[in-house]
């Protein structure tokens, strides 16, 4: 598989969107790309960013990715194309103004320049409007692409300047497929296909020793809270925080936690989407069998309230804490 088919079968809309606009030569001069992380919104703004420079494009091919443009552009050294990405926590101003001096030369080896801005959403408000008004008037010669995971956190001024185009979530099953390409098997790869849509980020998780130990202490988990044990509340206290012991981690456990019920939820609805957790299939089905839609709705929203209470810097063990004995609360007014 071409890397142009392989881009469309990731993102047909967006790579519909952008061919047809390059091939009736009406391509925006600012686009911004929005979506998960991973997703695949570096390799198409590559892809597009080589679709202006290839020496061997084709009618079918806009990207033949060996001509010695497409692999400057790759390595990025292509005096033409411009990256910025944060330094630190944002980007910061000066980076700006470095940028802002390729607007006002003409290209080095063509008339055409393009920048495309990571982590756009990281850039400062300052920064953000010192590049307005290269937006505003902009070069018929200068593409932006915009980069970002929060389309929101874009000041509204360069949103309205700019076409949105945003990247879809990836289907599990092509997700999972990739996975399993690169050794990961298909239990392992729907579990870490639920937390991160990057293959590469998904590899590294599937075989990293933390994560199938954080596993094991989310099933274990999950057996005193079907149970409504109150031993949940000391293995809390006795083995869940001296594995998860930063905030991020702690986020983890909640997501694998959540991927349980909701499996248990898809269960209930007879739904036909595959299980989240094949190796805890039988348990699942015994408890969606035996408990009410409504509770475990209830447990789902207990589980993302516990998310929440973490961004807002609730401490990790009493947020831990608070969650296990709501679940047991609930078992005692009723249900399962």
């Known amino acids: 598989m071409n890397i142009q088919t392989e881009y469309v079968t990731k993102q047909p809309v967006v790579m519909r969107i952008l061919s ?21 919104k570096r390799d198409v703004a590559l892809w597009l960013t080589k679709a202006q420079f290839c020496l061997q ?10 001509c010695m443009n497409c692999r400057r552009i790759a390595e990025r050294n292509h005096p033409d194309v411009h990256f910025v990405a944060p330094e630190g926590a944002s980007i910061k101003t000066h980076q700006i103004k470095e940028l802002k001096q390729t607007f006002v030369k003409r290209g080095m080896e063509s008339d055409k320049k393009i920048i495309i801005i990571d982590e756009a959403e990281k850039m400062t408000a ?3 409007n010192s590049l307005l008004k290269f937006i505003e008037e902009p ?51 729907r579990v870490v296909a639920h937390l991160t849509q990057s293959v590469t980020e998904a590899v590294a998780m599937a075989t990293d020793e933390w994560f199938a130990e954080a596993r094991k202490h989310v099933v274990q988990l999950y057996g005193y809270l079907r149970m409504a044990d109150p031993m949940a509340f000391i293995f809390i206290q006795t083995d869940w925080m001296s594995h998860f012991k ?6 983890t456990g909640l997501d694998l936690l ?16 595959p299980l989240i ?11 969606a069998l035996q408990g009410k839609v409504t509770n475990t709705t209830n447990e789902i929203t207990h589980i993302l309230t516990a998310k929440k209470r973490l961004e807002a810097n609730v401490g990790a063990q009493l947020t831990m804490e608070e969650l296990v004995l709501t679940f047991i609360a609930q078992s005692d007014q009723g249900g399962n």
Not at 140 to 150: E, G, H, K, P, Y
Not at 258 to 273: F, G, N, R
């Open 20 to 40: 047809q606009s390059m091939a009736e030569n009406r391509l925006g001069h600012a686009y911004i790309f929005e979506g998960p992380r991973g997703i695949g």
């Open 57 to 66: 494009a084709t009618s079918d091919q806009a990207v033949c990715d060996a």
């Open 126 to 128: 300052k920064s953000a």
């Open 139 to 189: 070069d018929a010669d200068v593409l932006i692409l915009f980069l970002t995971t929060a389309v929101q956190r874009l000041l509204p001024t360069i949103q309205s300047r700019c076409q949105l185009l945003k990247f879809q979530p990836l289907a599990t099953s092509v997700l999972v497929k990739e996975l399993e390409a690169n050794g990961v098997s298909e239990a392992r790869g």
């Open 246 to 251: 930063e905030k991020q981690q702690v986020q």
């Open 258 to 273: 959540l991927a349980l019920y909701e499996d248990k939820l898809h269960v209930q609805l007879m739904s036909e989407q």
């Open 277 to 287: 957790c094949m190796q805890q299939a039988k348990m699942i089905q015994q408890d």
